[in-house]
C-alpha cells in the first residue's frame, strides 16, 4: 500500500483527520486507508474511524483490520516507558 494513504493522529484538530481519511477515499481514490496512533491519541483514531464510517461514508468503508502493538523506549529522564500504539485499515466497500 502507498505510504500516502496512512493517516497519523496526533494533536490537531479532530475533523482535521475525519476530513483526511474521507479525501482519501473521495478525491483520491484510495482502496483503503490506514489510520495510526500511539498512547492517549488511540481514543481519538478510533472515534474519527467510527465518524467517518457511520456518519460521512455510511454503508461506503467497512473495518478491514485492527493491529495493536507496544514499543518500549528510554524517554529524556532515561526511564524506560511502554506506549501502546494502533492501526486501524479501511477499506471500501
Given at each position: 500500500?502507498?505510504?500516502?494513504n496512512v493517516?497519523?493522529v496526533?494533536?490537531?484538530?479532530f475533523m482535521n483527520?475525519?476530513?483526511?481519511?474521507v479525501m482519501q477515499?473521495?478525491?483520491?481514490?484510495?482502496?483503503?486507508?490506514?489510520?495510526?496512533?500511539?498512547?492517549?491519541?488511540i481514543s481519538?483514531?478510533?472515534?474519527?474511524v467510527e465518524?467517518?464510517r457511520?456518519?460521512?461514508?455510511k454503508?461506503?468503508?467497512?473495518v478491514?483490520?485492527?493491529?495493536?502493538?507496544?514499543?518500549e523506549?528510554?524517554?529524556?529522564?532515561g526511564?524506560?516507558?511502554?506506549?501502546?500504539?494502533?492501526e486501524?485499515?479501511?477499506?471500501?466497500?
Amino acid at each position: 500500500m502507498a505510504e500516502d494513504n496512512v493517516v497519523f493522529v496526533g494533536n490537531k484538530a479532530f475533523m482535521n483527520y475525519v476530513t483526511s481519511v474521507v479525501m482519501q477515499f473521495t478525491t483520491q481514490n484510495a482502496g483503503e486507508v490506514v489510520v495510526k496512533a500511539r498512547g492517549k491519541f488511540i481514543s481519538k483514531a478510533v472515534d474519527i474511524v467510527e465518524v467517518v464510517r457511520k456518519r460521512f461514508l455510511k454503508d461506503q468503508v467497512d473495518v478491514k483490520d485492527i493491529k495493536i502493538d507496544s514499543e518500549e523506549f528510554e524517554n529524556k529522564d532515561g526511564k524506560q516507558v511502554r506506549v501502546s500504539s494502533i492501526e486501524i485499515t479501511l477499506v471500501k466497500k
